[in-house]
T-cell receptor, first 116, second 115 residues
Framework: DTGVSQNPRHKITKRGQNVTFRCDPI?????LYWYRQTLGQGPEFLTY????????KSRLLSDRFSAERPKGSFSTLEIQRTEQGDSAMYLC??????????????FGSGTQLSVL | AQTVTQSQPEMSVQEAETVTLSCTYD???????LFWYKQPPSRQMILVIR??????QNATENRFSVNFQKAAKSFSLKISDSQLGDTAMYFC????????????FGQGTRLTINP
């Protein structure tokens, strides 16, 4: 297993455009998280999936943000009508359903978004 | 709501020295986990150490150990015999055992190990 994979690694877009990021979790991890991280700050929770169900969503997430996890495998995070304040690193993490790593998050390398 | 505070934005020590990173948190919950995550310059975050609040014994992982003071809501990380590869951002994080599954992270401490 190669770990959590995120694509693209970098995305530059113009203000007002829509962007979509993809996360492929570790296979058989049924829990998936999205976080946002700005420079010099800690990760900020966005949303959480258990299998295909989106069970938690931050109140910080505006209506312009949407996430999906069809079939409980990969996940996508879409930002509509991007704003300069959306510029950040978007991190994905997955967690196994059981075992000694049950409470351990496995992070991807992130997608760096720059909104011009 | 839970909050996690790391009061040391940056720290710097010489290789082989011991360094302690501070973390405090605020919660009304009694059962929870605390974590230290490391984010090296390559930016992929990895778990360093984990502590269950119901365990009185402090967790240790090789050169890494914690000082967990539940009453004081304090959770510090000690790195012994520091190595150049320990240079990274370190984040303290909190998660309740029952209920919400999100981890709440602190602002981070940038640790530099100097040769």
């Amino acid at each position: 297993d190669t770990g959590v994979s995120q694509n693209p690694r970098h995305k530059i877009t113009k203000r007002g455009q829509n962007v979509t990021f993809r996360c492929d979790p570790i296979s058989e991890h049924n829990r998936l998280y999205w976080y946002r991280q700005t420079l010099g700050q800690g990760p900020e929770f966005l949303t959480y999936f258990q299998n295909e169900a989106q069970l938690e969503k931050s109140r910080l997430l505006s209506d312009r943000f949407s996430a999906e996890r069809p079939k409980g495998s990969f996940s996508t995070l879409e930002i509509q009508r991007t704003e300069q304040g959306d510029s950040a690193m978007y991190l994905c993490a997955s967690r196994p359903r059981e075992g000694i790593d049950y409470e351990k998050l496995f992070f991807g390398s992130g997608t760096q978004l720059s909104v011009l | 709501a839970q909050t996690v505070t790391q009061s040391q934005p940056e720290m710097s020590v010489q290789e082989a020295e011991t360094v302690t990173l501070s973390c405090t948190y605020d919660t009304s919950e009694n059962n929870y986990y605390l974590f230290w995550y490391k984010q090296p310059p390559s930016r992929q975050m990895i778990l360093v150490i984990r502590q269950e609040a119901y365990k009185q014994q402090n967790a240790t992982e090789n050169r890494f150990s914690v000082n967990f003071q539940k009453a004081a809501k304090s959770f510090s990380l000690k790195i012994s015999d520091s190595q150049l590869g320990d240079t990274a951002m370190y984040f303290c994080a909190f998660k309740v055992i029952q209920g919400a599954q999100k981890l709440v992270f602190g602002q981070g401490t940038r640790l530099t190990i100097n040769p």
